[in-house]
Each structure stands twice: as C-alpha cells, then as structure tokens.
C-alpha cells in the first residue's frame, strides 16, 4: 500500500490540482484511494464540495502533525493514499514525508520556485535519517516550447533529487476541471493533459517499483 504525498512549501504551483489528479488516476486503475487533505486550507475537501456528488475515492481533511502516527490505521483498507500537503515547511509536512513511500515535490518552470525547493528538500533529508522513501520533482504548468520550460529542469539537477521525465503543461483544463470538482482525466478523458496525467503516474509507479530516472 503505497503513500505517496504531494508537498512543496510554495503556494501556487498546483499542488492540489496535481494530488486530485494524481488520485483519480489511480482509481480509474480500479485502486482503491485515499486521498488526504493535511492543509489548513482545505482545497482538496473543497474539490470534493464543488462535486455534488460522491467521488469515486474518499477525502478526508487530516491537517495534523499526527499524520505518521496514524496513516498504517487509515490505509488499512485501501491501494494508495495520497496526501495534499501543507504550504510550508511545517511539523504536519515532516509527519507527511514520515508518513510517505513517496514524495512528489511539484515545481512551476520558475527560478523562484527553484530557490524555493531548498527547504523541503532539506526536511526531506532530516526524514531520511530514520526511513528509506524516495523524493522526485514534477515540472508542473510548465509552458510549452519556451526556454525557461526546459531550464527549470537544468536548475533543478543542483538538487540531490531526481526530476521526472513526465511534465504537466499549462492548460486551462485543469481550472475549468477543478471549478466543478473533477479533473481532467474526466472532462476531456483522451486530451492531452489527461494523457499527461497518466504518463506522470506511470513514471511514479515506476520510480517506486525501483526504476525510472526520478529515483534517486
């Protein structure tokens, strides 16, 4: 039963949108998922709310530092947990990575958020310490055939974690997806950002099973 988290102590780079996704696309692989919700600000049990109806997994809001403690309780009857994670670099994201098989840090094609990954990497470490999990970048709204889309991935090396192959562009389907509580992978099924969906999952599966270039 993998855990995988998303965290990244930046606001804005599409954190939620990326845990949503990232979960409907292991349930639509008939998993069964738990997607937890460990931020203040609720954003993934407001995705839930703006549904209307029942999602295809359960969103439970758990913005704790007690995450670790608890995850072998909440996970006992489901495939995957995915974790949305706090905006910062707090004592609920360290319980997160504690909690974790697998941390996926989403970075926006941005120098700032380059600067930025430093302190998450950084408590990353202090958890590898005292467990084996591994870490990978996500080039998330990364903007199409621009330099600075391929730059950030150049800058990102600097770090003692692999980047993914797999990269999520910027596209407006996310937003109008999120608006009404899917994601992509619903509202345009065999679109291209759905399409990149299911490559970033198949990459993270395959980093766990102990391949791919993000492992690190």
Sequence with gaps: MPVLSVLNQKGGVGKTTLA????????????????IDADNQGSSLDWKAARGDAPSF????IPKDTIHRE????????????IDGPPRVSA????AI????????PVQPSPYD????????????????????KA???????????????DVEKALADYPIGVLRAAICQRVGFAESAAVGKTVLETDTDGVAAKEVRGLVAEIIEVLNGGGEGAS
């Design 58 to 61: 359960p969103v439970v809001g």
């Design 92 to 95: 609920v994201a360290k319980s």
């Design 71 to 82: 995850i072998s309780t909440l996970a006992r009857d489901y495939d995957w947990v995915v």
């Design 20 to 35: 949503t996704s990232i979960a409907t696309c292991l349930s639509q692989q008939k998993q069964r998922v738990l997607l």
């Design 136 to 150: 990978v970048f996500a080039v998330n709204r990364k903007i199409v055939g621009t330099a600075i889309g391929r």
């Design 98 to 105: 504690a909690s974790s098989d697998i941390v996926v840090i």
């Design 114 to 133: 380059v600067w930025a990954a430093r302190d998450i990497v950084d408590l990353i470490a202090d958890v590898r310490v005292v467990k084996d999990l």
